[in-house]
Nanobody, 124 residues
Framework: QVQLVESGGGLVQAGGSLRLSCAAS????????MGWFRQAPGKEREFVAA????????RYADSVKGRFTISRDNAKNTLYLQMNSLKPEDTAVYSC?????????????????WGQGTQVTVSS
C-alpha cells in the first residue's frame, strides 16, 4: 500500500495562488495514477484533477481547467497541484488519492488510497 500526506494549504485572497503537495511513502509511487479531490462544507467530494503514472496524461474538472495544473515528480515520490487565479468557490479540503488503474478516473470510488487532506480557504 501507499501512504499519502498533503501539505501546502492555507488562506489566500481571491486571485492568489497556492501549490499543494502530496508526499507518498510505501509501495512504489510511480505505478499509481494519482488524483486530487476536494470537499467543501455541506457538499459532496468532487474530482479536481488526475495524472497518469508517468505524467504523460492529465485530466481536469471543467471548473478548474486553465487555472490548476497537476504534476508529479516520481523521483521525489511527490504529487503537486498548482492553483492559480483562486476563487472563493475553490474553498475546500483538498485530498490526494492513488488509483491502481491506468485510466484517469473522476469517480472517487476508483481510488484506493487517500491522504487526510489539507484546507484551502480563499477569501473574497
Amino acid at each position: 500500500q501507499v501512504q499519502l500526506v498533503e501539505s501546502g494549504g492555507g488562506l489566500v485572497q481571491a486571485g492568489g495562488s497556492l501549490r499543494l503537495s502530496c508526499a507518498a511513502s510505501g509501495r512504489a509511487f510511480s505505478i499509481y495514477t494519482m488524483g486530487w479531490f476536494r470537499q467543501a462544507p455541506g457538499k459532496e467530494r468532487e474530482f479536481v484533477a488526475a495524472i497518469s503514472w508517468n505524467g504523460g496524461s492529465t485530466r481536469y474538472a471543467d471548473s478548474v481547467k486553465g487555472r490548476f495544473t497537476i504534476s508529479r515528480d516520481n523521483a521525489k515520490n511527490t504529487l503537486y497541484l498548482q492553483m492559480n487565479s483562486l476563487k472563493p468557490e475553490d474553498t475546500a479540503v483538498y485530498s490526494c488519492a492513488a488509483s491502481g488503474g491506468r485510466v484517469l478516473p473522476t469517480n472517487s470510488s476508483a481510488y484506493r488510497y487517500w491522504g487526510q487532506g489539507t484546507q484551502v480557504t480563499v477569501s473574497s
